[in-house]
DNA sequence: TTCACGCTGTGAATTGTTTCACATAGTGTA
DNA sequence: TACACTATGTGAAACAATTCACAGCGTGAA
């Protein structure tokens, strides 16, 4: 069986959206260099991750110049974008739909949320931070229609489940799930959880630890 | 150098987090036992995983019957709570911070959103979802009169770092940085980065991959 | 009372990730 | 040109997390 070539961990992915930021500030700082060290500082790990992560690009450093920014970015962009900007799903318009409106607006070229999706009648069919709100019960075709691949979960528990089934059903490849429960998908389909509670808790946890070992 | 003894892994404890809130709404249908694989379906693991965490726990399952759902609930509070409702600030009362204080407001025993902060003028001394909003000028010394140990940073990522360092010198023991740049804090203090964009990238990546594999 | 079943608890194996450490190479200096 | 310096690229080691696999036990059935 042929090996993927885009092999990289879930980290590491995550690590190269991270870099690719931090560039983007170096270069309008008027940087056109940077060091593995440097931006290990900024990313908070070690030059030999920011090295390995690197790797996984067809980017080559110099021992004395270090990466040229400008090519960095394009071997992460080559890496984490599609040919074409991703269109992007959002179920659920509530304070939390709209934060996430709010700060993916015209921000990213890679995204687009195309579409958001709600079941309040006082919210369907206006535009939202720019994104017009259609009925739930629509949800699945306008996925269809649109090409929809990426959708948002951002509704209650409760409804958690059928908004993700409806999403599948529309054919999207990978699910963004805010809601505090785990949502089962047919196999094909990628999930990202991110439990704010669960990660407050963690905060919460290690940092009454941190206190309990500085105050012995 | 004695080993301490809550040695649990930031995974763990996350999971610990989502099994509580499984446990909890098997209680509400009425349960009173559960057996590791009935766990491991609904937080999407395995039931090795939920037995190695239960492990962290000192509550035994007996082989016919489970464990008791009453019992296991209470071994994870013991680990992730503490003794008093835990006291949180959070900066930036902007539209994620409202969909923050929103989801936290009145919902968790163990934490109380106790002083919201912000720089806007017209949000300082309202009353926002049952949280005070107090100038950012005053974060220090509210964080500290208030013994609030675990700060919320929903600022913009040009301010975040001026927030995390007026929460570290208000004395926070943990910090959850929504803001998508990695901050810097003195040791003895915990920092978790929800940095959404990176979410979504991977999300976006990964069912790229996906769907590749799919049509091949 | 005895037996068969199926789940727990956990040592060992496996898998995945991060760090180490060093051979190699590009640059500036003399 | 030759040398010293420093950072890269990466095999190998260390570390961390997950899964396997099975001994042992408690229960219910006969």
Do not use: W
């Amino acid at each position: 069986m042929m090996k993927l070539k885009n092999d990289i961990s879930d980290k590491a992915v995550g690590r190269l959206s991270l870099y690719r930021r931090l560039l983007q500030e170096l270069l309008e700082n008027g940087r056109s260099q940077v060091f593995s060290h440097e931006l290990a500082i900024r990313a908070g790990c070690t030059p030999a991750q920011v090295r390995r992560d690197i790797m996984n690009l067809e980017v080559l450093g110099s021992p004395a110049k270090g990466y040229e920014i400008q090519k960095l970015m394009a071997g992460i962009s080559s890496v984490l974008d599609s040919d074409a900007p991703q269109k992007v799903g959002l179920a659920g318009v509530g304070n939390l739909g709209r934060a996430i409106l709010a700060y993916f607006s015209g921000r990213t070229p890679q995204f687009v949320i195309t579409a958001a999706f709600d079941s309040d009648p006082t919210k369907v069919n206006r535009v939202i931070h720019g994104c017009r709100c259609y009925p739930v019960d629509e949800l699945v075709s306008v996925v269809r229609e649109e090409n929809i691949q990426v959708g948002i979960v951002a509704v209650p528990a409760a409804e958690a489940q059928q908004v993700v089934d409806e999403f599948c059903r529309g054919g999207v490849l990978g699910l963004m799930n805010f809601a505090p429960v785990r949502v089962r998908v047919p196999v094909g389909v990628y999930v990202e959880n991110l439990d704010v509670m669960a990660a407050l808790e963690r905060v919460a946890f290690f940092a009454r630890r941190l206190s309990a070992v500085r105050g012995e």
